[in-house]
T-cell receptor, first 113, second 114 residues
């Protein structure tokens, strides 16, 4: 079945470092892809999304590109801040069931000053 | 705009007790769902509903019941709490049948069963 695989955390970075969080997926057809972020003590909120191959989602300095050939949707940010410390979830909506949302296990990011 | 509201935020139960986690949304979303979040396991779907009067099981439904009498409310019932149900529970809602639609989450309920 469809699934999402994320890199293990925690990812620990110094402020202003470059961030990459890897996400790969297995799916039939053309799913929509998402990154959600969970700040401490809060629920998940949408960070960015992409719906077709080569689409780039972006928000708050974060970017991710839908790569059909490598089935990937890696999250990147050029310069992280302490306030970016959170758990990041990659997710997909299958094309055959657009109600369903399948999550990866989440990657904790810790940014130190 | 309240979005998705969950209550309570924290709860401690004794083994065997029952309780209901409340979830309400004000966005007129047809689709609502409950997840549990456990370390290293991401979010796992417990139950979901595609509209009032319609519910179905997700990945980990055992020990939980749901009902959907209105579009707005989707309560989750723990019938007889067990330590294995210690977790953080999230309710979410979204529009139906739109591939890129955003899911909106509540702030979560942290449940401890002792």
């Amino acid at each position: 079945g469809d699934s999402v695989t994320q890199m293990e955390g925690p990812v620990t970075l110094s402020e202003e470092a470059f961030l990459t969080i890897n996400c790969t997926y297995t799916a039939t057809g053309y799913p929509s892809l998402f990154w959600y972020v969970q700040y401490p003590g809060e629920g998940l909120q949408l960070l960015l999304k992409a719906t077709k191959a080569d689409d780039k989602g972006s928000n708050k300095g974060f970017e991710a590109t839908y790569r059909k050939e490598t089935t990937s949707f890696h999250l990147e940010k050029g310069s992280v801040q302490v306030s970016d410390s959170a758990v990041y979830f990659c997710a997909l909506r299958p094309s055959y069931n657009t109600d369903k949302l399948i999550f990866g296990t989440g990657t904790r990011l810790q940014v130190f000053p | 705009n309240a979005g998705v509201t969950q209550t309570p935020k924290f709860q401690v139960l004794k083994t065997g007790q029952s309780m209901t986690l409340q979830c309400a949304q004000d966005m007129n979303h047809e689709y609502m769902s409950w997840y549990r979040q456990d370390p290293g396991m991401g979010l796992r779907l417990i139950h979901y509903s595609v509209g009032a009067g319609i519910t179905d099981q997700g990945e980990v439904p055992n020990g939980y019941n749901v009902s959907r009498s209105t579009t707005e409310d989707f309560p989750l019932r723990l019938l007889s709490a067990a330590p294995s149900q210690t977790s953080v529970y999230f309710c979410a809602s979204s529009q139906r049948q739109i591939s890129n639609t955003e899911a909106f989450f509540g702030q979560g309920t942290r449940l401890t069963v002792v």
